[in-house]
């Protein structure tokens, strides 16, 4: 699916065009090495859709920090 068709639910409800830039941003705010960074973001990448909403991009970077580096996903919060 190309991310061109891709949009974010906001919770305030506003429609956001998909930045894997912006995902990738906020791992590496958390603390992450830029490598768990993009692996972050091609997980969240698999399993885009249409519409989705931010929360399920956040919990899916933070399934992610889980996995790799469990002592950082608690700064994703």
Known sequence: MTTLNVFVQ???????PYS????????VRAGVTKRLADE?????????RPTMPSETIDQCSLSTLKKRQPHLAPAMR
């Open 10 to 16: 906001k919770t305030t409800g506003v429609r956001e």
């Open 40 to 48: 972050a973001v091609r997980e969240v990448t698999k399993k885009l």
């Open 20 to 27: 894997a830039d912006r995902v990738r941003t906020s791992v």
